[in-house]
């Protein structure tokens, strides 16, 4: 069975439990979120990267909706449950505010015009176990260790709650009922 095998190369080691009360900042202001129980994120340019084939994929991708970036929104019970929030970072929950949809990346994008402030983020989320992918001075992308996207939200929210940065956010897709070329992403 193909479902077997796709779920053979994720580890379930590292299960994450139900996320309560998950928020983000937009324009200084908290957005609560409510996490979708029946449907996860699927990174399939991850799954690819980890070795599974080309057959197994199509598989997983004919049981879902497409999104941006090579992400899948998987019905719950089409995702093993092996596969649900393994530590590959290659699933990933779904959030919804109203009738939005919403998937975090696992990745932070930081801008201020004072290089010293971000400087002293980026320093901040080393400690914090962040890798930092880009480095520009007034702007930096970093990424949690773990690679799962609820760690970029919290470390995005810590960090908007210290040091109030211009703009940091984790990146995410927003999508709604409408069609798969209408998801968006920030």
């Not at 290659?90 to 994008?109: H, K, N, T, W």
């Not at 400690?127 to 609820?150: D, F, M, Q, T, Y």
Request: aromatic share 6%.
């Amino acid at each position: 069975m193909m479902v077997s095998k796709i779920a053979r190369h994720i580890v379930a080691s590292a299960m994450v439990p139900e996320v309560r009360d998950l928020f983000y900042y937009a324009d200084g202001c908290k957005v609560h979120l409510d996490q979708e129980p029946k449907v996860f994120a699927v990174d399939a340019n991850r799954l690819a990267s980890l070795g599974i084939a080309q057959e197994e994929l199509e598989h997983l991708r004919e049981s879902s909706r497409s999104l941006l970036h090579g992400y899948l929104l998987v019905d719950r019970e089409a995702l093993p449950v092996t596969m649900r929030f393994g530590e590959t970072g290659a699933v990933q929950p779904v959030y919804s505010y109203g009738d939005i949809s919403v998937i975090f990346l696992p990745e932070i994008r930081i801008e201020d015009r004072d290089k010293t402030l971000v400087a002293r983020i980026i320093a901040f989320a080393k400690k914090a176990g962040a890798e930092i992918r880009l480095n520009h001075g007034s702007r930096a992308v970093l990424c949690p260790s773990s690679n799962l996207s609820v760690d970029a939200v919290n470390l995005a929210n810590r960090i908007h709650e210290e040091f109030r940065p211009e703009l940091v956010q984790a990146r995410m897709i927003r999508a709604g009922s409408m069609p798969v070329n209408g998801a968006e992403a920030l």
